[in-house]
């Protein structure tokens, strides 16, 4: 598989690498080569057969505006965009092009997610306060972050809470620390995930990737996990 991956950040970089471990052809586009998506013509997008995006939230719309116009296939890993999230999938479905989004692209974090919805059906209505903290490196541009908003609305989804507080905290090179909370007069109870690395998160990406250039159609990294 021939791969673009946009973005030559920490974890840019780390897409790189796993992709060519599996075996894949590897071409990266750092900020300035791809300033204001103007590398990514059609004839250029052509030559690969996915593409995958660690980039800004602004760059990123740029990006998915270029790539998913010409009915390339693509993986974004990028956050902080959501907001354009519809105009993304209507591109995507008449363009009959490939959009695989996600908040956090962890297996682990995925597993999480289904823990913490499970969690809040079952302390439903038992007199328990929810709360999420989160930590990422001093880098990251968005506050909370993607994976702790998607937390808190897998909570509220079951639990029909109108808000759950974040705390969200930027230090150092931290590569990740998301921590739900329920606590009630009687007890507390705790769900942890916390990311060694940013391999795990690029992994994820490139499986993903794999399984996008095979399909059309917008989907969240969370409603594909376990196929690819």
Known sequence: MRVLVL???KTGKLVAEVAAERGHS???????????ASALTPPFVAGFDVVIDFTTPEAA???MRAVLATGAKMVVGTTGWYDKLPD????????QAGLLYGTNFSVGVQAMLQMAKKMGELLKGAGYEFSIEETHHETKLDSPSGTAITLAKTVQAVTGLAEIPIQAHRVGDAAGLHVLEAKSSADRLVLIHEAHSRRGFAEGAV???????THSGCYDFQDVCTKV
Do not use: F, T
């Open 207 to 213: 499986r993903a990737a794999e399984w996008i250039s």
């Open 26 to 36: 590897v071409h990266v586009l750092d900020a300035k080569e791809n300033a204001n």
């Open 88 to 95: 993304m999938r209507g591109l995507a479905e008449r363009r």
């Open 61 to 63: 719309v740029q990006n």
């Open 7 to 9: 973005g030559h950040g």
